[in-house]
Nanobody, 122 residues
Framework: QVQLVESGGGLVQAGDSLRLSCAAS????????MAWFRQAPGKEREFVAA????????YYTDSLKGRFTISRDNAKNTVYHQMNSLKPEDTAVYYC???????????????WGQGTQVTVSS
C-alpha cells in the first residue's frame, strides 16, 4: 500500500496561484502513475492531471490544460500540482492518487490521500 499526504491548499482570490504537493511513502515501487483529482460539493470526483513516475509523461483534462501543471520529484517521491489563474469554479477538495496507468476515472486508482481544500473567492 502507498501512503499519500497532500498539502498546499488554502483560500485564495480569483487570479491567484497555488501549488499543491503530494508526498508518497510505502510501496511506491508499485506505483506507475500519480494523478490529481478534485471534487466539488455535490459533484462527482473529476480527473485533473496525471504523470508517469518513470517517463514524466503528463496527461490533463483538456479544459484545465494551460492553467494547471503537474510535475514530479522522484528523489523526494513527491508530485506537485501548480495551479495558475485560479477561478471560483476551481473550488474543490483536491486529492492525489496512484494507479498502474494514466487512467481518467477515479475507480481505477488504488490509493488516495486525505485531500486538501482549495477555495477560490471571486
Amino acid at each position: 500500500q502507498v501512503q499519500l499526504v497532500e498539502s498546499g491548499g488554502g483560500l485564495v482570490q480569483a487570479g491567484d496561484s497555488l501549488r499543491l504537493s503530494c508526498a508518497a511513502s510505502g510501496r511506491t515501487f508499485s506505483t506507475r502513475t500519480m494523478a490529481w483529482f478534485r471534487q466539488a460539493p455535490g459533484k462527482e470526483r473529476e480527473f485533473v492531471a496525471a504523470i508517469s513516475w518513470s517517463t514524466g509523461s503528463t496527461y490533463y483534462t483538456d479544459s484545465l490544460k494551460g492553467r494547471f501543471t503537474i510535475s514530479r520529484d522522484n528523489a523526494k517521491n513527491t508530485v506537485y500540482h501548480q495551479m495558475n489563474s485560479l477561478k471560483p469554479e476551481d473550488t474543490a477538495v483536491y486529492y492525489c492518487a496512484t494507479a498502474a496507468g494514466a487512467y481518467r476515472t477515479y475507480v481505477l486508482y488504488n490509493d488516495w490521500g486525505q485531500g486538501t481544500q482549495v477555495t477560490v473567492s471571486s
